[in-house]
């Protein structure tokens, strides 16, 4: 192909990297591959993800890995490695000029200039426009705020109802675990040790499904 334009390409899991999640919409905990040149978007993902990346991502195709691995071993490579995958792709859609984030891989760069790509790094932020809010996503921070804080209200008052014995939290004449619990038809709600990245990602963007789903670490009565 003679028409090559510089892209972007992202490399990474979407569940530790916002750029990731905001170029691709998909959320997966494994490294997959991001590509733009111009409005067209491109996500390459294992056979595992690919129903879910073809029903959830917001790009204009997804690729299934297997492919080009199949290719590359009809054309006699083995055992084709992430760098080979990734020049069959790049090499498809005609791109040989990239522009990759700050967190990028130097390994994975230095092999992609070892085969003729060139590749020009861009600092922090990577996607100029997340520095302005759109009102939608003012939106959605307003209601993650106030579902947090009515499940943080929750929390607290399960935790006035607790006594210490032993060293031990007891709701009642049980241990207060790590498990959300139910009394009758009434959730409770109280905090997570840790709260997923993911979690944190799906409620910049999607906060109400955040806390229907109780992907931030709570359980939330239905009307929340």
Do not use: H
């Amino acid at each position: 192909m003679n028409d090559f334009q510089e892209a972007i390409l992202i490399v990474a899991a979407s569940t530790i990297n916002a750029d990731m999640y905001y170029a691709s919409r998909f959320l997966a905990p494994d490294p997959f591959i991001f590509l733009q040149k111009g409005a067209r978007k491109w996500i390459a993902v294992s056979d595992l993800e690919l129903d879910r990346a073809r029903a959830q991502a917001d790009v204009t195709e997804v690729l299934p890995l297997s492919r080009f691995s199949e290719r590359l071993r009809e054309q006699g490579s083995p055992e084709p490695g992430p760098v080979d995958l990734l020049a069959e792709i790049l090499k498809e859609l005609g791109i040989n000029s990239l522009v990759v984030p700050a967190s990028f891989g130097l390994e994975l760069a230095e092999s992609l200039r070892a085969g003729g790509y060139r590749v020009d790094f861009k600092k922090d932020p990577f996607w100029d426009e997340r520095l302005r809010k759109s009102p939608e996503e003012i939106s959605f921070l307003a209601q993650a705020l106030r579902a947090t804080e009515e499940v943080l209200a929750l929390a607290l008052e399960t935790l006035r109802q607790c006594t210490i014995r032993d060293g031990l939290l007891y709701q009642g004449s049980q241990p207060l675990t790590a498990e959300c619990q139910e009394k009758t038809t009434e959730k409770v709600a109280w905090p997570a040790i840790t709260v997923p990245y993911e979690a944190i990602l799906l409620v910049e963007f999607n906060p109400g499904r955040a806390a229907r789903e109780r992907e931030i670490g709570f359980t939330v009565p239905p009307d929340l």
